[in-house]
């Protein structure tokens, strides 16, 4: 003989179904749309960090670790990147060398050249030059050491903010040696004096 549940358990069963179905529909649509999710946070993270083409004279240099035998050693400069027809802006240059690739202090250290570098933007090492040439010790500085040929020799203890960038001897590209051509005399003053009509 067949038991027929009550009704108020027939109703107790439609609830629960209804849940159930509810809950993996929730399920599935997560597994679905999760992936999708993930993936745009993922680009808007963006690594590996976007690289573009630099080209830059070295200014001076700010900090040299020696060579490591097994390690990355690094390089600061204070360097100018050209933003547009032969106008250039300060930023802080990291360089990074495998114990076999050459220092970039090596390769021309003279503002008559320009580096071309593939480069990325690292808005959290930016810093001024008085920060660059802070040591951990009080009210200690290291002086900059200007390249050859630099029209400019008045960096030190600037507290404008150097954007960074970093790049590395596997991201090196060329060099160039573009002389810069002096700067014109000033010319004498623009206004004469009056001669006195008295």
Not at 16 to 41: D, N, S, Y
Not at 74 to 87: K, R
Request: with cysteine; glycine share 4%.
């Amino acid at each position: 003989m067949l038991i027929r549940p009550a009704r108020s358990e027939q109703i107790v069963i439609r609830v629960r179904m209804k849940h159930w179905t509810t809950t993996l529909f929730f399920l599935v649509a997560t597994c679905i749309g999760g992936p999708c999710r993930q993936a745009e946070a993922q680009l808007l993270w963006s690594y590996p960090p976007k690289k573009a083409p630099l080209r830059v004279r070295l200014v001076a240099i700010a900090i040299s670790l020696p060579r490591s035998s097994y390690f990355q050693s690094a390089e600061v400069f204070v360097a100018e990147t050209e933003i547009g027809h032969e106008e250039w802006g300060l930023i802080k240059l990291v360089f990074t060398f495998l114990p076999y690739e050459p220092r970039l202090s090596e390769s021309g250290f003279d503002y008559s050249v320009v580096h071309e570098v593939s480069a990325w933007r690292d808005r959290n090492c930016d810093e001024t030059v008085a920060q660059l040439t802070a040591r951990s010790l009080p009210n200690r500085h290291e002086p900059l050491i200007y390249s050859r040929n630099v029209p400019r020799a008045d960096l030190d203890g600037r507290r404008i903010s150097l954007p960074c960038y970093e790049t590395s001897a596997y991201e090196y590209i060329k060099s160039s040696f573009e002389p810069v051509t002096p700067l014109p005399a000033p010319h004498g003053p623009v206004l004469e004096v009056r001669p006195n009509p008295n």
